[in-house]
């Protein structure tokens, strides 16, 4: 239940509810929407479940791009799907979110002010329909290996959330995997295509795992939370390491000199993604911030009369019902 | 309800989600509506995108009374000390049949 109070359900010092709260988790067991909690729980989970839903709902901006110029009607269907999921998971995340204190109108203002992220890959353009192949492929496959180990993340409503969000990301790899298979079977343009394609993104997609291990001074506290289970770098590996055959088997390369097969660590080795670019990116100075915070907000804006028309609706039918 | 400038929130709904006939309503998840209607229909497109449910129920949060978080909560202690409200309680010898 998405209960948005938190009370503290007994009158216990602060030093037992601590202890109670830490034995939970080591126990494995879930933190709950009313449970007591560190403040510095509360923050990080709102602030990680915030920016999450966020990049879902931004998300849905780099592929709906395409929608009205699918290739077929089949390719338009599949493509609606999967842009009505980003919008289901934003919801999902946006619901786990409210359940510790913060509100939707709250959530949606910290984004379209600015004052919260999301994920730094929806800043880059997608320049043909090849892109939405590479996104479904890279990065929703990044995505998918960051999210799997957050179904078993400490707060409940968070892992809840990730769980039907990844039975549903699924989906999204394949079909983008599929749509290059596809285009790889056609003209040696359209090869051409996805490689300048899996070219731009390979880069960006990596960088979803966000800064390495010792650039990442709140992974350590976050683990010991059990709010995130691997770092980032350990992700990152998983990533390559699935992807590369993936790639074979497609019939494309990374753009990485440096890859390359490590027998002894049982690992591919990779090359440096540039930290630069994403640092730049993150702070707002990537190829499509200020669109993509534009276009949320204009739809916002937007929708404002409908959201007035249905609660000037519901306040006539209730008052309707009470006279 | 309403601060300055700022619209008033719908409120929250709980959705829970019967996947097939033969089984409860479970709880999937909470959604902001208008109305009990418009939360059904919310309820649908978000919760129920791949046959998940035969049938939906939308309660708002408000309207749900819970009992205290606290697992080791009183409410709960008068079944604790019950051991024999379970079958495992009873020795029965193995070879007496269909026990």
């Known amino acids: 239940m998405a209960t948005t109070s938190s009370e503290t359900p007994t009158h216990l010092p602060d030093d037992e509810l601590q202890a109670q709260f830490e034995a939970t988790i080591e126990r494995g067991d879930r933190i709950e929407p009313r449970d007591w909690m560190p403040e510095g729980y509360r923050k990080t989970v709102v602030r990680q479940v915030a920016q999450h839903a966020h990049s879902e709902i931004i998300g849905m901006q780099p592929e709906g791009n395409w929608i009205t110029r699918a290739p077929s009607l089949r390719r338009k269907a599949i493509l609606l799907a999967k842009v009505q999921d980003e919008a289901g998971h934003g919801l999902y995340l946006y619901s786990a979110a409210e359940t510790l204190g913060v509100s939707r109108q709250e959530l949606t203002e910290m984004l379209i002010e600015g004052r919260q992220k999301y994920s730094s890959i929806f800043n880059y353009p997608t320049l043909s329909y090849a892109d939405v192949g590479a996104i479904g492929w890279l990065v929703d496959g990044a995505a998918i290996c960051n999210q799997v180990p957050l179904c078993r993340t400490s707060y409940g409503p968070y892992g809840r959330a990730m769980i039907r969000i990844c039975k549903e990301e699924s989906f999204h790899q ?88 490590n027998e002894e660590r049982g690992h591919y080795d990779f090359g440096e993604p540039d930290w630069e670019e994403f640092m730049q990116v993150v702070k707002g100075n990537g190829p499509c911030n200020a669109q993509r915070i534009a276009h949320r907000r204009r739809a916002h804006d937007d929708g404002a009369w409908v959201r007035e028309a249905a609660t000037a609706f519901a306040d006539a039918q209730a008052g309707e019902a009470a006279s | 309800m309403t601060g300055p400038g700022r619209e008033r929130e719908w409120p929250l709904y709980e959705v829970f989600v019967r996947g097939k006939r033969g089984l409860n309503h479970v709880h999937v998840g909470s959604l902001h509506a208008p109305d009990d209607e418009m939360a059904l229909r919310h309820a649908r497109d978000v919760y129920t995108r791949r046959n998940e449910g035969v049938s939906i129920w939308v309660v708002r949060a408000d309207a749900i009374t819970a009992s205290s978080p606290d697992e080791k909560d009183p409410l709960f202690a008068p079944s604790g000390d019950k051991v024999y409200r379970h079958p495992t309680f009873y020795a029965i010898p193995d070879d007496v049949p269909h026990m």
């Open chain 1, 174 to 261: 394949r079909q983008g995997y599929e749509l290059l298979m596809t285009m790889m079977r056609g003209t040696d343009e359209q090869r051409a295509m996805v490689q300048e394609s899996v070219d731009r993104f390979w880069w960006p997609a990596l960088m979803m795992f966000g800064p390495p291990d010792a650039d990442s001074p709140n992974t350590a506290q976050s683990m010991a939370w059990g709010i995130k289970r691997n770092t980032n770098d350990d992700l990152r590996q998983r990533f390559v390491d699935m992807s590369v055959p993936q790639a074979e088997a497609l019939g494309v390369t990374f753009p990485d000199p440096e890859l390359a097969w």
